[in-house]
């Protein structure tokens, strides 16, 4: 069975990365400090991932404060739902609006729109 976790949490993880990728970019351009123009390289697209990384940590901010606020029924802590299924951020709950959804085992298809199950 996979492993599911909220969609909020799985962009800013994917963000997170990207800083540490780019970090390790700029990194491995510290080996080629007798090139500059290869060392500039790796520099710039370290400094590109940072960056897009901080656009995704924007948008997932501004998607955020559009999210649906609800309260888990299991653990009963506030969180926020994306879409028609999302799982609690605390205790991965699966989470629904949906009142045709409500019983039936979490797919994240659900939140498809050709999703006819």
């Not at 606020?69 to 605390?90: N, Q, S, W, Y």
Request: aromatic share 12%; with cysteine; proline share 2%.
């Amino acid at each position: 069975m996979a492993k599911y976790s909220s969609k909020i949490n799985k962009i800013r993880t994917f963000a997170l990365s990207l800083v540490f990728v780019g970090f390790i970019i700029m990194y491995i351009g510290l080996f080629f400090k007798q090139s500059v123009l290869l060392a500039s390289l790796f520099m710039i697209l370290g400094l590109l991932s940072i960056g897009l990384s901080t656009a995704v940590y924007f948008w997932i901010g501004m998607l955020s404060t559009k999210a649906v606020r609800v309260m888990c029924p299991a653990c009963e802590k506030e969180t926020k739902i994306l879409g028609r299924v999302d799982m609690c951020m605390h205790c991965r709950e699966p989470l629904t609006l949906d009142k045709g959804l409500e019983g039936k085992a979490f797919d994240e298809s659900y939140n498809r729109k050709n999703s006819v199950k």
